[in-house]
């Protein structure tokens, strides 16, 4: 049988079940429709889920149509489970991006799409609801084409002319097939949907089953089924435990076979296959034998992770999506937290992102979970599993830290009888990036079984940070050298050395505290839009207006989650229950209150016995502890990072990108000068005299000198983005926003005079009807207002990902989101505050140039007077004198 596994993803309220349901009703595989709302869907057999009416875990189901079988993963769609829904990912062949049609593109679609992107995996979409009278479906098409991808195009329809032209639109390759031949074969139709170059669109109704059919007949024609290798791998995306208590490893085949009987391993340990199960619902099938694209349930493997690769395959990428908040469990009395852990560690062990924590010094046990309702979820699992009732404290924002320079690490850990020394060079990453190992240390050096030793304690430990103790990421740690002794050392001196030089290398840097921030969607009444922009600004939030009409305004952007996570109540209140806020995990990014974060949690680095700073010596016959800041002074390498000078910090970095050094020749200063600077100062200006800059020297010179790039610069403005950043022009904005948009473009134009680079700026279609975007040319630079819904977002996006390897793009915007989408394009970035201080410092360096070539004369009446004059002042002079003597 032809295996093809496909997911089902939504945001939360879309109908993802009730899809689910409707395929497996007309496929045959379930004899009776379930509902949600009856709670006896097939897919939900949980009584939790059932009591809730909400996916918590992944299911699998079974469903034939032709001659392929479809493995049928359905995933959580509420953002506190989004963690289980990421790792099922990983396993999919294509997905089922389920949108409402009353809701449209909401802000956890736009997450599920960057993730489906970021897994590449091929997407079909199915509009649901389309039986109800507000759904309108040229609206929603245009509102997934806008906000998701062009190339979604509705399928379902008759494969007449205007269905080629359509697809056609969306590639260019179908393109060409179909200028060439009137037509497009079905062939390239699925080559094109497996290459993400196209993305079918299906309207209807799953609960009237409207739809449902050509969905389910389009999943069967334009669908591939894989190629696997002989060799035997599997991917282990889930651990759960069935009635028994029996662990079950979720895995997916990815080549060869597995049976019963089976040895696997990881190189570590070796465990046995007991049972082979196929599950379908909460009913199995068992199972000798799996071929490659399987899915399946497998008993007597203990040591199994999720995420965990198997045979021949690789450890799967680590989630992108992680807990937010920490919560005390509050265990009932008499309780003995110490044999409470090793049945929550069950718990971890399904939902690795819990970790499980035990606080010696405090005493107690922490979790961590991405929100509320998952710690309601949580509570009721330990009563039903373990028969105990918990409570949670108050929750506190799980907060990380980075660092923004490179910084040396050196770890020493020799007390009398042991020795390890180890070198760590910590560099910056970017955002998101987590943390990244590797080993640039030689063989002379270090044996290789001490650098991989290292490399495995450098994943598996969480390492501290030095400001609030949190965890540190986005940042990549290299062994560049180390020493061992032949007798004398072993796995755990080095253990203590990695942690040292990790440590060590943290106090020298200049550290960043993060936190977590959402990305939301909120919609509310117009006339409240004032307050809602408001009290996005009070809460360090980024917000623009992405939709507006005379009864709605649907605002979208970044807050921190410590901020954002209370605040459906009270736009619930502010409303009448009228505003709808929906949010999902945008990701890590700069705190907006780190002094008052950090006093308030009060973390002593160097008061951390656990994670110690310092290194241990053998000094005259004795241990020596040597504190952090003198350990390079005892260190028995040398440095490395002093090989490497002039490393600049991420700040510096980032500056440098952009800045391009696109300096002038000193002889177009004063056709600069004249055309912006003196330009508007009235006749008074006229009269200046001023050298011609080539005349000014060496330093002038010094100053403005050309360093051609081999690539046009651009420079993309979000224009409202800035505006609205900007203290001086938000101020005009309240007043009028004509005047702060004409403000911008003239300090942009003062500065593309200096920079010589080429400037876009981008204004949202703002309450405009306008089918195609409008350009205007504003002295030299490009003003573009996008088309009517095209927010200026996308268009940056869109201009960005196609130009990137023809010319060095900038963008300027302090958009959380957009800074994240813009970097994994190759662009720089710089936020509203830095180009703000990049104008401003050029300003400040024209108008030096300026002075200098300033001619300091006296300002003396003869030099204003003829010759005949001043003879006759002279003799005037000379008369009164005599007269006064």
Same mark, same amino acid.
């Given at each position: 049988m032809k295996n093809i596994v496909i997911g089902i993803l939504a945001h939360v309220d879309a109908g993802k079940t009730t899809l689910a349901e409707s395929l497996l009703y007309l496929s045959g595989s =379930?004899? %009776?429709? +379930?509902?949600?709302? %009856?709670k006896d869907a097939f897919l939900d057999n949980f009584e939790l889920e059932r009591a809730r009416g909400i996916t918590i875990f992944s299911k699998q189901a079974i469903l034939k149509a032709a001659e392929k079988q479809f493995v049928l993963l359905d995933t959580p769609g509420h953002?506190?489970?989004?963690?289980e829904m990421e790792r099922t990912l990983q396993v999919l062949d294509y997905a089922i991006l389920v949108i409402s049609g009353i809701d449209g593109v909401q802000a956890q679609t736009k997450t599920l799409w960057r993730l489906l992107n970021r897994y590449q995996i091929p997407v079909f979409l199915f509009i649901n609801k389309m039986d109800l009278q507000t759904a309108d479906q040229d609206k929603l098409l245009k509102d997934v084409k806008t906000q998701l991808s062009e190339s979604c195009v509705v399928f379902g329809q008759p494969q007449a002319e205007d269905f080629y032209e359509q697809v056609a639109l969306a590639d260019e390759a179908l393109l060409e097939d179909y200028l060439e031949r009137g037509q497009i074969d079905n062939l390239h139709l699925r080559e094109a949907i497996r290459a993400r170059r196209l993305f079918p669109c299906f309207f209807g109704s799953a609960l009237k089953l409207k739809g449902v059919e050509t969905l389910l007949q389009g999943m069967t024609d334009y669908t591939v089924v894989p190629a696997y290798p002989? $060799?035997?791998a599997a991917k282990v995306y889930k651990i759960s435990r069935d009635e028994q208590g029996n662990r079950l490893t979720h895995l997916k085949i990815t080549g060869g076979k597995l049976k019963v009987k089976d040895v696997l391993g990881n190189g570590v340990w070796e465990e046995k296959v007991n049972q082979i199960r196929i599950y379908s619902g909460e009913r199995y099938e068992t199972a000798q034998e799996v071929e490659a694209g399987m899915v399946c349930a497998v008993t007597g493997l203990t040591q199994t992770k999720p995420g965990e690769g198997l045979g021949t395959e690789q450890n799967l990428v680590l989630p992108l999506l992680e807990p937010v908040l920490t919560y005390q469990i509050v265990l009932p009395s008499g309780c003995d937290p110490r044999a409470m852990l090793p049945k929550l560690r069950q718990l971890e062990e399904e939902e690795p992102a819990l970790q499980i924590v035990w606080d010696e010094q405090l005493q107690e046990i922490r979790v961590q979970v991405m929100g509320e309702m998952q710690c309601e979820i949580l509570q009721k699992l330990i009563l039903a599993r373990f028969g105990l009732e918990v409570t949670f404290a108050a929750g506190k924002i799980v907060y990380k830290e980075t660092i923004t320079n490179v910084v040396e690490g050196v770890g020493h850990f020799e007390p009398a009888g042991r020795y390890a020394e180890v070198q760590l060079l910590l560099e910056p990453g970017e955002r998101g990036s987590g943390l990244q190992f590797a080993d640039n240390c030689s063989d002379d050096l270090l044996d290789k079984k001490w650098r991989q030793l290292i490399l495995t304690? &450098?994943? $598996? %430990?969480?390492h501290k940070g030095v400001l609030t103790g949190s965890a540190i990421t986005d940042m990549k740690i290299t062994l560049t050298a180390g020493r061992a002794h032949n007798k004398l050392s072993d796995g755990g001196d080095f253990r203590e050395a990695v942690d040292r030089a990790v440590r060590q290398g943290l106090m020298e840097a200049e550290s960043l505290l993060l936190e977590p921030y959402y990305a939301f969607q909120l919609e509310l009444p117009e006339q409240m839009a004032g307050r809602a922009l408001t009290d996005i600004e009070r809460m360090s939030g980024t917000c623009r207006i992405a939709h507006l009409t005379e009864e709605t305004a649907v605002l979208t952007g970044t807050a921190p989650v410590v901020e954002l996570r209370h605040y459906q109540q009270e736009v619930q209140a502010y409303t009448g229950g009228r505003g709808r806020l929906y949010c999902s995990m945008q990701g890590y990014d700069a705190c907006h209150n780190p002094d008052e974060v950090i006093e308030r949690i009060g973390y002593d680095a160097e008061q951390d016995t656990a994670n110690p700073t310092g290194s241990v010596f053998y000094e005259h016959g004795s241990s020596l502890v040597v504190p952090w800041d003198k350990v390079k002074d005892y260190m028995h390498g040398e440095s490395v990072l002093q090989s490497r000078p002039n490393v600049p910090s991420l700040t510096a970095a980032a500056k440098t990108a952009y800045q391009g050094q696109n300096w002038l020749e000193p002889e177009e200063v004063d056709k600069i000068l004249q055309q912006t600077y003196f330009a508007n100062q009235g006749k008074s200006s006229q009269g200046q005299k001023r050298r011609p800059a080539a005349e000014n020297g060496s330093k002038t010179n010094e100053i403005m000198? @050309? $360093? %051609?790039?081999?690539? @046009?610069e651009y420079l993309l403005?979000? +224009?409202?983005? =800035?505006?609205?950043?900007w203290d001086e022009l938000r101020e005009l904005a309240a007043d009028n926003l004509d005047a702060a948009r004409a403000k911008l473009l003239d300090? &942009?134009?003062?500065?593309?005079n200096v920079r010589k680079n080429i400037i876009l700026v981008v204004f949202d279609a703002y309450r405009v009807p306008r089918q195609t975007e409008e350009i205007i040319d504003h002295d030299e630079l490009r003003v573009i207002f996008t088309r009517e819904n095209q927010t200026a977002d996308q268009y940056i996006e869109k201009f960005a990902? $196609?130009?990137?390897e023809k010319y060095e793009i900038t963008v300027a915007t302090s958009d959380s989101l957009e800074q994240m989408i813009i970097r994994g394009d190759g662009c720089t970035v710089i936020s509203a505050a830095e180009l703000k201080e990049e104008i401003d410092s050029t300003n400040v360096r024209v108008m030096q140039v300026y002075r200098e070539k300033q001619v300091s004369k006296p300002n003396r009446l003869k030099d204003v007077l003829s010759e005949t004059s001043q003879q006759q002042m002279a003799e005037f002079i000379g008369d009164q004198g005599e007269a006064e003597e």
């Open positions: =379930i004899r %009776k429709l +379930g509902r949600v709302d %009856k953002v506190d489970f989004s963690t002989p $060799e035997f304690h &450098l994943q $598996e %430990k969480v000198r @050309a $360093e %051609k790039a081999d690539k @046009a403005v979000d +224009g409202y983005n =800035i505006i609205f950043a300090y &942009l134009s003062k500065y593309q990902r $196609e130009n990137q």
